[in-house]
């Protein structure tokens, strides 16, 4: 499998105080789409810019469709399509007339798709774009970029200003192009559309790269839950390694275990003669909130896991 | 008075927000006044026996009184003559820019409707903004007068000469307050104020041009569309002659009635919205648009049309003119003589007419190319190069957008002064081809302050309207028609590229310093190709 984007060590100051990317590695491979989150801040429009030669790296390796973003930027925008997390167009234009000028800029599109999409968001092109409310705005830059028949699309934080049932057409969009073949580099916020669409996924906290792999990769990577009732006190549990946030009442006990310990936890237990037990994996939401949350050593200690396995 | 609630407090948000800005026009403004009033006093203390038949000069001249009234021959009121001009525009245009920061341009960004959820009346950010600019205005007239005055000027005459110039910034606050009811973009109510401030200096230029010369040349008495204009209002407090303070009131007057219409309106329309209803447009983009240049057309049409309506209806009226020129005596003829360098007359008054409209047509050029920058740092900037469109292909279609535009001005305002003055005159095809040459020699000039503008936008983005603004009004300065006589040094004069436009039609045009202001333009433009190149784009977070 080709590589669509490959960076390593990237890095991106602004000024000599402000570091906005600090050795970020990101790899998506072609055909996949590809899950970008991390908290406000972290890095993710500015690495995007990057990727589109908007900003140039200070340091590290970019590779965008086997070239270089930088300069190579128009020959490679042929190939690719993008969407502004912050939709910046010209007031005075109607959508319909932003569509066709982004497209044809781009290097033609195709007529047909344009009238699907806009029927399938519903989005009327007469209006202009001071008109339309942020949402609508977000349908017009989406509609310019899937009209193009490209390889690759960059979006960034596409679906923040959408209602529900147009975050379905989004995915419903964004599920053909993968089956079609394309590569995807999603941004977002929200976890279901991310848990939907994401073949895998990349974290990034404070310019670094969390955590990246699968969604099972990363669940591997957290604590499990735990709720169990034995024959005999469960008193001792919270001095078992591994073990955390144990709230115990006799023979009855709830607590969270790394991944690593769940065996010896086990072995515990049974000595303890189970009678009832229920595990759940890991929230997605827990996932990311830890990881949203974490200070910024905690999001070292992460990136050593990934690199470590 | 519930719907003013909140304005004291928005006064001071605004204040806060215009800390510098304000402040750094009046100032510029004081210290432009007091650095050539000094220039004049010293070289008068020099030649005093020269006043007089300067003073002569401008008032006998009908080219001359374009620029204002002098009234009997004092230093103070020639170096009025000299700058009120200019410093009313910019008085003008400070408080337009004011008043729609902080009414028409909230809006359009949204901070109006933050604002208006407070606790914040429906007339608080109108009332803000006026207050805002009526005391930037006050302040104005109180350094202006003390500019004058501690440079040598008489106290009253001094206080008079800044009122008068301050007065027209207050008549353009009330003007700007309607307009920016009027337009639902920022854009659209700046250049209405705009263009009611070249009405406005259209009016006044006429009527003093068609005024009346008392026998002494030491007076005008100006015909009656002068006092239909906040301009000659100013003019006609005549500082160091007759210092009449009651031409004041109309200024006044004119922002009290303004106001209250900006008031009634402000009570009929919605917040966000103009006067006017926003209209469906085109589904499908026409191919016209489908490329940069395309594109960059599209969205300045709108101020070229103005553009050009004003040029064509200046060209019409100073075209109509030529013949007063004809009929010009005595000490005005010198002074025309010193354009052409022999007594054609009415070739020295085409190439200024034909300077001044340059000048006009470089501040097009100028308005134009920093949209440049309002791109980049507004972030329409980012969708265009997210295709494949390249840095350096969107420069190309600015500037060529700039050049076509440049063109179609100037010509436009040949025209029109050959459509007047051609028939008038009896020889109307030999003046076209005359102006035709005159207006195109100018171009050279622009692009140079094009050029410049370009590189400034891609070197200090963040500086760059300022710097670029700077840089036209000393080029105005230094050009022909101000810089001879402010007696400074040959070296500055030259630094204007306006110094170097042959004098057509007076004078044959010369390749050579026409090749050397292609060649200035063509060094500034590649310097902003690099630089445009090389950097990060500013875009916003």
């Known amino acids: 499998m080709r590589t669509a984007i490959a960076v390593s060590?990237?890095?991106?100051?602004?000024?000599?105080?402000?570091?906005?990317?600090?050795?970020?590695?990101?790899?998506?491979?072609?055909?996949?789409?590809?899950?970008?989150?991390?908290p406000n801040g972290a890095g993710k429009t500015t690495t995007i810019r990057v990727l589109l030669g908007l900003l140039r790296a200070d340091d590290g390796h970019v590779d965008l469709l086997g070239g270089d973003p930088w300069r190579d930027a128009v020959a490679l925008h042929r190939r690719l399509a993008y969407v502004p997390g912050e939709v910046n167009l010209w007031p005075n234009l109607t959508g319909g007339e932003v569509i066709d000028l982004l497209g044809e800029l781009r290097g033609g599109i195709d007529p047909s798709r344009r009238e699907e999409l806009l029927e399938r968001f519903q989005l009327d092109p007469t209006k202009k774009i001071r008109a339309y409310s942020k949402g609508n705005r977000q349908k017009v830059a989406l509609v310019a970029a899937f009209s193009s028949d490209v390889e690759l699309y960059l979006l960034d934080e596409p679906t923040s200003g959408l209602d529900p049932l147009m975050e379905a057409v989004f995915q419903d969009v964004v599920q053909e192009l993968r089956t079609a073949g394309r590569s995807i580099l999603l941004s977002s916020h929200i976890l279901s559309e991310v848990e939907a669409l994401c073949d895998r996924v990349t974290i990034i906290r404070a310019g670094r790269a969390a955590e990246s792999g699968t969604f099972d990769e990363l669940r591997h990577l957290t604590r499990t839950s735990v709720v169990v009732d034995t024959a005999k006190p469960l008193a001792s549990v919270t001095r078992w390694t591994g073990v955390h946030d144990a709230r115990v009442q006799d023979t009855h006990a709830q607590f969270s275990v790394d991944p690593g310990e769940l065996n010896h936890v086990l072995e515990h237990l049974v000595d303890l003669e189970v009678r009832s037990m229920v595990t759940s994996p890991p929230t997605l939401e827990e996932l990311f909130l830890r990881h949203y949350d974490e200070d910024i050593s905690g999001a070292g200690a992460a990136a050593e896991v990934v690199r470590a396995r | 008075m519930s719907g003013f609630t909140g304005t004291t407090r928005l006064v001071r948000l605004a204040l806060r927000r215009d800390r510098f800005t304000l402040p750094a026009w009046i100032l510029g403004m004081t210290f432009f006044l007091a650095a050539t009033t000094a220039m004049f006093e010293n070289n008068y203390a020099e030649h005093p026996e020269l006043l007089m038949p300067d003073t002569q000069v401008v008032i006998e001249n009908p080219g001359m009184r374009v620029l204002g009234l002098v009234t009997g021959p004092t230093i103070g009121g020639y170096t009025l003559h000299r700058d009120a001009l200019t410093l009313a525009a910019l008085a003008a245009l400070m408080s337009v820019f004011a008043v729609v920061r902080h009414t028409r341009q909230a809006e359009e960004l949204g901070r109006e409707e933050m604002l208006g959820a407070g606790v914040v009346g429906r007339y608080a950010s109108l009332g803000a903004a006026v207050i805002v600019a009526l005391a930037a205005n006050v302040v104005l007239a109180g350094l202006l007068g003390l500019a004058m005055f501690a440079t040598g000027q008489p106290l009253t005459g001094s206080l008079v000469a800044g009122t008068s110039i301050a007065l027209v910034g207050v008549a353009f606050t009330g003007v700007a307050a309607v307009t920016s009811q009027l337009a639902s973009t920022t854009r659209g109510a700046t250049g209405l104020a705009g263009a009611a401030l070249g009405v406005s200096f259209l009016l006044a230029a006429l009527g003093n041009m068609l005024g009346a010369v008392d026998s002494a040349a030491l007076r005008v008495t100006s015909a009656w569309p002068a006092w239909s204009s906040p301009i000659g209002w100013g003019q006609q407090m005549r500082p160091f002659a007759d210092d009449l303070w009651w031409p004041a009131g109309l200024s006044l007057l004119a922002l009290g009635l303004l106001s209250w219409v900006a008031v009634v309106l402000v009570g009929r329309r919605d917040v966000g919205r103009g006067m006017w209803p926003e209209r469906r447009g085109a589904a499908h983009a026409r191919s016209s648009l489908l490329s940069p240049t395309g594109l960059v057309f599209r969205l300045q049409r709108g101020a070229l049309l103005g553009w050009g309506v004003g040029l064509v209806?200046?060209?019409?009226?100073?075209?109509?003119?030529?013949?007063?020129?004809?009929?010009?005596?005595?000490?005005?003829?010198?002074?025309?003589?010193?354009?052409?360098?022999?007594?054609?007359?009415?070739?020295?008054?085409?190439?200024?007419?034909?300077?001044?409209?340059?000048?006009?047509?470089?501040?097009?050029?100028?308005?134009?190319?920093?949209?440049?920058?309002?791109?980049?740092?507004?972030?329409?900037?980012?969708?265009?190069?997210?295709?494949?469109?390249?840095?350096?292909?969107?420069?190309?279609?600015?500037?060529?957008?700039?050049?076509v535009g440049a063109t179609l001005l100037i010509l436009l305002f040949a025209g029109a002064m050959v459509v007047t003055g051609g028939p008038a005159l009896g020889h109307p095809a030999s003046l076209l081809r005359d102006l035709v040459g005159a207006a195109l020699v100018q171009l050279p000039a622009i692009a140079v302050l094009g050029a410049a503008v370009l590189a400034l936008v891609t070197l200090w983005p963040r500086w760059s309207v300022g710097l670029s603004w700077a840089l036209v009004v000393s080029a105005i300065f230094l050009g022909p028609m101000f810089g001879p006589s402010l007696g400074l040094s040959t070296w500055l004069l030259d630094l204007s590229p306006f110094t170097h436009v042959p004098n057509a039609p007076a004078v044959a045009i010369s390749l050579a310093p026409v090749l050397g202001l292609l060649a200035a333009c063509a060094l500034l433009a590649s310097a902003g190709v690099v630089a445009m190149r090389r950097r990060n784009l500013a875009l916003p977070a």
């Open chain 1, 9 to 38: 060590g990237l890095v991106k100051d602004f000024g000599p105080r402000t570091r906005a990317l600090d050795h970020l590695d990101l790899q998506v491979e072609t055909c996949e789409v590809h899950g970008f989150l991390g």
């Open chain 2, 313 to 403: 209806g200046f060209g019409l009226v100073f075209g109509a003119l030529s013949e007063q020129i004809t009929g010009t005596e005595g000490e005005a003829t010198e002074w025309y003589a010193t354009f052409g360098g022999d007594a054609d007359l009415l070739g020295a008054y085409w190439a200024s007419m034909m300077q001044m409209a340059g000048m006009a047509v470089a501040a097009y050029v100028v308005t134009l190319l920093l949209r440049l920058h309002h791109d980049e740092a507004q972030g329409t900037l980012e969708p265009v190069l997210g295709t494949a469109v390249s840095r350096v292909r969107w420069l190309a279609a600015y500037a060529v957008n700039a050049l």
